[in-house]
């Protein structure tokens, strides 16, 4: 407890010998400073435990000292946040793409499954089969994008708590407006742009036929939530959030440039 500006502990401890009246001594050793992991490593084992890094601890761990040895190199925390992003979005691409190809199935499969709509409003039940008819015979999955997004959202859970459990980035200068990566964006840019790669890739994904308007309308609204909520966040895990919805949307695009559903026909049947 603290009294006077002084702090003072306590513990107690069985004698080794209860027969004897002997002094027992007992050595501990205190760490009285910020919990940064690589000087945590050195000072006892396990002690970088201590930093609270969710659920996902056993990856967030390795994934601090990888950006720590790359921070070695570049010596700019944010640079070094964008460059290991990058690195673990090319790492896990294969998992993402077949996240993406299958929803790019399933939107190639959308004007069908509006016309099939439109032919059995009234016979609910003669409209799930044939709408599975038409996943079997297209080799569409709804569910085809969410597993593999399942499988990678450990990986991004994990970094983001560690970004978060950071003291390096406390005052970490990125360069132009941001002079403190520990700290909310001060001109709310990065909050700004995530919110608008969110309307862009909400324009990409596939909207199924039978989707309740009133959670259509609450998706686009969705945006705007994760804006605000942002807004506090530290600048650190907003910049890691950007590059990381960005470069999705840049390889959602492209895989479905190379899959040609695109085009104005697709467009129009999923809007």
């Known amino acids: 407890n603290n009294k006077g500006g002084l702090y003072k502990m306590g ?79 090319l790492l896990l691409f294969p998992v993402t793409a077949k996240g993406f190809v299958a929803m790019g199935n399933m939107r190639k499969v959308m004007p069908k499954m509006k016309e099939l709509q439109d032919r059995y409003a009234n016979d609910r039940q003669k409209l799930s089969q044939e709408m599975m008819a038409l996943y079997k015979k297209e080799g569409a999955n709804p569910l085809g994008g969410c597993l593999p997004m399942l499988a990678q959202m450990p990986f991004f859970i994990g970094f983001f708590f560690a970004l978060r459990e950071m003291v390096e980035l406390r005052f970490a200068d990125f360069g132009l407006w941001i002079t403190d990566l520990s700290v909310p964006d001060p001109l709310f840019i990065l909050p700004v742009v995530f919110g608008c790669i969110m309307v862009l890739t909400q324009k990409l994904n596939p909207q199924p036929p039978t989707q309740d308007p009133m959670q259509a309308q609450i998706m686009k609204f969705m945006p705007v939530m994760f804006s605000v909520f942002f807004v506090i966040f ?16 840049v390889q959602q695009r492209y895989l479905y440039n190379k899959l040609g559903v695109l085009g104005d026909t697709y467009v129009r049947g999923v809007r």
Not at 22 to 45: C, E, M, Q, S
Not at 240 to 249: H, K
Request: aromatic residues 12%.
């Open 11 to 89: 513990y107690v401890v069985q004698p080794d010998d209860f027969s004897s009246k002997a002094l027992t001594g007992h050595t501990h050793t205190l760490f009285v400073g910020p919990k940064i992991r690589k000087d945590l490593v050195v000072r006892a084992n396990n002690l970088e435990q201590t930093i609270e890094m969710g659920w996902f601890w056993f990856i967030s761990q390795p994934m601090v000292r990888v950006l720590d040895w790359i921070n070695g190199f570049i010596g700019n925390w944010g640079v070094s946040i964008i460059v290991f992003t990058l690195l673990l979005k």
């Open 234 to 249: 530290p600048a650190g895990l907003c910049l890691y959030s950007v590059v990381n919805a960005g470069v999705s949307l």
